[in-house]
């Protein structure tokens, strides 16, 4: 894929971030000098008994597998830990900075680990499931996967007996290449193969500002079409929720979003609701900000329900779905939503109270569509949501907020520059304002 003159990498966002995961990279500094200095087998061998790959099979037709590689390419960066503000889903650093040694020193022996783990925590796969979905960050990207890692995996001696009906490959938006893709192609075939692209949001001011993504919408569109024209599927990743912005905002994001993929001919929809996990911006607002009057009187911080969005803004984003995108059913599907996968520390969204009747009702609907495709509940819910007893402080809470998202960036971003930088603060808080007059002019 082309790099594009408007690809830019800011700063503020990815200053926060290092902040944040300034111990993890101070730790995987350190591991990488150890791996430096171990055998290679004994490299490997430590890997494979440190590890299991983490899958996820209930209630889907096939299987999801997290495989253990290099780890995210967004988020670790010449040894500096920083990437998407949003996300914490990622390897211990000693885990990635062992598998990157590894990677780098003997990459023969680096796939061969690659398979180890996925045998060891599942087998190969001998029935033939309805969809495979390989989840690594970066399937097309050449550091995490190299042709060897495709051969241990689907070659001659590989881990499929069975080929599933799909396999879904996750992959970053500028890993996608038609010389990769006929690469994966020649071990897995042609036909049945979907590629999940990470979009998260549409704008890419929020995209490369806000969430530290340096994606340009461009470079999204030729992904897809790269993706079509050898006639392979795409899902698009979205995330329903900005960190630490008010529930407007994020609703006019989302929707922005779906239509500009939908311009671009996206297949399927993989749907994430925003939750709060430590180390993220949404963690970080919370932890630093949750009482801080100037958010509070402008209803971005509220106590323990700081950085999250309500599930009535998640409820009339689905209703926006079902009035206007054209096979739903068979195209949208939700990714992180339950409260079930977030680790010790974690929160996902809710309304007014975690006990009120509406969080379970709300989730349970929420999975009703998920797995079964089944509307109706969500329907519901959104026809009668004004009449919660939750709804009035919703009310109260749009109109306190602004609405826009720059706005809220900034009012929120000057918090953080307070909050990080102390005394320096104005300095930041200007980059951050100078970034975002940039970006909403593109």
């Known amino acids: 894929?082309?790099?594009?003159?408007?690809?830019?990498?800011?700063?503020?966002?990815?200053?926060?971030?290092?902040?944040?995961?300034?111990?993890e990279s101070e730790e995987y500094t350190k591991c990488y000098n150890i791996a430096m200095d171990m055998e290679i087998s004994d490299l490997s061998e430590t890997i494979y008994l440190m590890t299991d790959m983490p899958m996820y099979e209930e209630e889907y037709r096939g299987g999801m597998c997290a495989l253990v590689t290099t780890g995210c390419g967004y988020h670790i960066q010449n040894g500096h830990m920083s990437g998407c503000s949003m996300c914490n889903l990622h390897n211990s650093p000693k885990l990635d900075a062992y598998m990157a040694v590894l990677r780098k020193r003997d990459v023969c022996k680096y796939a061969w680990t690659v398979k180890q783990i996925y045998l060891k925590s599942k087998g190969v796969v001998d029935k033939r499931t309805y969809k495979e979905y390989w989840l690594s960050c970066c399937f097309l990207g050449d550091d995490q996967m190299p042709l060897e890692a495709y051969r241990e995996l689907f070659g001659e001696k590989g881990i499929i007996l069975k080929r599933p009906i799909y396999h879904e490959f996750e992959t970053s938006v500028a890993s996608v290449r038609y010389e990769k893709i006929k690469q994966l192609e020649s071990f897995v075939g042609k036909k049945g193969l979907i590629f999940r692209l990470g979009i998260e949001y549409g704008s890419e001011y929020i995209r490369q500002i806000w969430i530290n993504k340096p994606v340009t919408n461009l470079q999204i569109k030729e992904a897809i079409d790269i993706c079509h024209s050898m006639g392979h599927k795409v899902t698009a990743n979205v995330i329903f929720g900005i960190p630490a912005l008010g529930e407007e905002a994020s609703l006019k994001e989302?929707?922005?979003?779906?239509?500009?993929?939908?311009?671009?001919?996206?297949?399927?929809?993989?749907?994430?609701?925003?939750?709060?996990?430590?180390?993220?911006?949404?963690?970080?607002?919370?932890?630093?900000?949750?009482?801080?009057?100037?958010?509070?009187?402008?209803?971005l911080a509220s106590g323990k329900h700081t950085g999250l969005p309500w599930l009535f803004t998640v409820l009339r984003g689905f209703e926006w779905i079902f009035r206007n995108i054209p096979n739903y059913r068979e195209r949208c599907g939700l990714g992180n939503f339950d409260p079930r996968i977030v680790r010790d520390g974690g929160e996902v969204a809710y309304n007014n109270r975690r006990d009120c009747r509406c969080y379970k009702e709300t989730y349970e609907a929420l999975r009703r569509f998920a797995f079964y495709k089944d509307i109706k509940p969500l329907q519901e819910l959104f026809a009668n949501y004004s009449k919660d007893e939750c709804y009035t402080t919703y009310k109260n809470l749009l109109e306190q907020q602004e609405g826009d998202a720059c706005l809220e960036m900034l009012c929120v971003g000057k918090g953080l520059s307070k909050a990080i930088w102390n005394?320096?603060?104005?300095?930041?808080?200007?980059?951050?304002?100078?970034?975002?007059k940039e970006g909403y002019k593109k």
Do not use: C
């Open 1 to 23: 894929m082309k790099e594009y003159a408007e690809k830019k990498k800011y700063t503020f966002m990815n200053e926060v971030m290092r902040v944040i995961w300034t111990n």
């Open 254 to 299: 989302f929707i922005h979003t779906m239509q500009m993929l939908e311009d671009y001919k996206a297949d399927f929809y993989s749907i994430s609701i925003l939750y709060r996990d430590p180390k993220t911006l949404q963690g970080l607002v919370y932890e630093r900000l949750s009482e801080d009057e100037v958010l509070r009187d402008k209803g």
């Open 423 to 436: 005394e320096d603060w104005i300095r930041w808080y200007k980059l951050l304002a100078d970034e975002l």
